[in-house]
C-alpha cells in the first residue's frame, strides 16, 4: 500500500485555502466553509491523492528548541524546561514541573531568544492542555502583545 502524503495547511476558520498539488503542480482553491473536518482526504484532477490538515491557529507557531525555566508562582522552586513551539499566544514546552501541572494553572516562565540581543522573554500563562511530558500554555499577561518575540517569530 502506498504512503498517503500530508500537506498542511494554514487558513482562519470558515475561510478557503490554497494546495497545490506536489505531483503536477496544479493549484487548487479549498472551500473550508463547506466542512468542519480539519483532517480529510483530497484527489487531484491528475488522480494524487494527500491527506490534508487544517492549521486554523489565530497566530502563526513557530517550531523551537529553547531552553528557559518555569514554576508555579513567583516564590516556588524554578523547573528547567524546553520550549518546543512557540507563538504571540502561548508556547508548548516540556518539563519536570509537568507532572505536577494541572489543566487550568497558572505558570510563570523565563527564556532567552536565539536573536542577536538575547532577549529575555517573561511570562505568565494558563495550562490550556497536558499531553505526557508536554504543556501547553497560553498567555494571560495583559501586555501579551512583545516587539522581540514577533520579530523572533517573523525571522
Not at 24 to 40: A, H, M, V
Not at 70 to 92: A, D, K
Given at each position: 500500500?502506498?504512503?498517503?502524503?500530508?500537506?498542511?495547511?494554514?487558513?482562519?476558520?470558515q475561510k478557503d485555502t490554497v494546495v497545490v498539488c506536489?505531483r503536477c503542480g496544479k493549484i487548487s482553491k479549498i472551500?473550508?466553509?463547506?466542512?468542519?473536518?480539519?483532517?480529510?482526504?483530497?484527489r487531484c484532477t491528475c488522480g494524487h491523492i494527500f491527506?490534508?490538515?487544517?492549521?486554523?491557529?489565530?497566530?502563526?507557531?513557530?517550531?523551537?528548541?529553547?531552553?528557559?525555566?518555569?514554576?508555579?508562582?513567583?516564590?516556588?522552586?524554578?523547573?528547567?524546561?524546553?520550549?518546543?513551539?512557540?507563538?504571540?499566544?502561548?508556547?508548548?514546552?516540556?518539563?519536570?514541573?509537568?507532572?505536577?501541572?494541572?489543566?487550568?494553572?497558572?505558570?510563570?516562565?523565563?527564556?532567552?531568544?536565539?536573536?542577536?540581543?538575547?532577549?529575555?522573554?517573561?511570562?505568565?500563562?494558563?495550562?490550556?492542555?497536558?499531553?505526557?511530558?508536554?504543556?501547553?500554555?497560553?498567555?494571560?499577561?495583559?501586555?501579551?502583545?512583545?516587539?522581540?518575540?514577533?520579530?523572533?517569530?517573523?525571522?
Amino acid at each position: 500500500m502506498a504512503v498517503i502524503e500530508r500537506k498542511t495547511v494554514r487558513s482562519l476558520p470558515q475561510k478557503d485555502t490554497v494546495v497545490v498539488c506536489s505531483r503536477c503542480g496544479k493549484i487548487s482553491k479549498i472551500p473550508l466553509s463547506r466542512t468542519q473536518k480539519r483532517n480529510f482526504l483530497a484527489r487531484c484532477t491528475c488522480g494524487h491523492i494527500f491527506r490534508i490538515m487544517v492549521d486554523s491557529r489565530s497566530w502563526y507557531r513557530k517550531p523551537v528548541m529553547i531552553y528557559g525555566k518555569c514554576r508555579f508562582n513567583e516564590n516556588e522552586r524554578e523547573y528547567p524546561m524546553v520550549l518546543e513551539n512557540l507563538s504571540l499566544s502561548g508556547l508548548c514546552f516540556r518539563s519536570p514541573l509537568v507532572k505536577k501541572l494541572q489543566v487550568g494553572d497558572i505558570v510563570h516562565v523565563a527564556f532567552e531568544l536565539p536573536d542577536r540581543y538575547r532577549s529575555l522573554i517573561t511570562r505568565k500563562g494558563i495550562i490550556r492542555h497536558i499531553n505526557q511530558q508536554r504543556a501547553g500554555m497560553e498567555f494571560i499577561q495583559e501586555q501579551c502583545y512583545c516587539k522581540e518575540l514577533a520579530f523572533f517569530l517573523q525571522s
